[in-house]
């Protein structure tokens, strides 16, 4: 079983036993989460769309928050004088799907 679940903003193609990272969620580790936006849904070649759909994702939350790479965000003007670094690294989660039903 295939499925397109909208989290946070962002769509993931998940199936059953996947774990994947995604931004970050509130929760504790171990706690369960729903996502009930699904946009698609493929049941060995039964495929649903749109409003058809009455699926819901259930996962576990394995990392509460693991940290992204750093990504340096460098400003110059040349001749000026003018230097401005910044960095960040993006906070996410990482969760396991257990069942789409």
């Known amino acids: 079983m295939l499925a397109i679940v909208k989290i946070a903003g962002q ?4 199936q059953e036993g996947q774990s994947l990272y995604v931004p970050h969620l ?23 769309t749109g409003s058809a759909i009455k699926a ?16 340096i965000a460098f400003k110059m003007k040349r001749r000026k004088g003018f230097r401005k670094k910044h960095g960040h690294r993006t906070h996410y989660t990482r969760i396991k799907i257990e069942s789409i039903a």
């Open 11 to 14: 769509q993931f193609k998940v």
């Open 26 to 48: 509130q929760g504790k580790t171990g706690d369960k989460v729903e996502f009930n936006e699904v946009l698609f849904v493929d049941n060995s070649g039964a495929i649903a």
């Open 56 to 71: 819901t994702v259930k996962a576990e939350i394995v990392s509460a928050l693991v940290q992204g790479e750093k990504v």
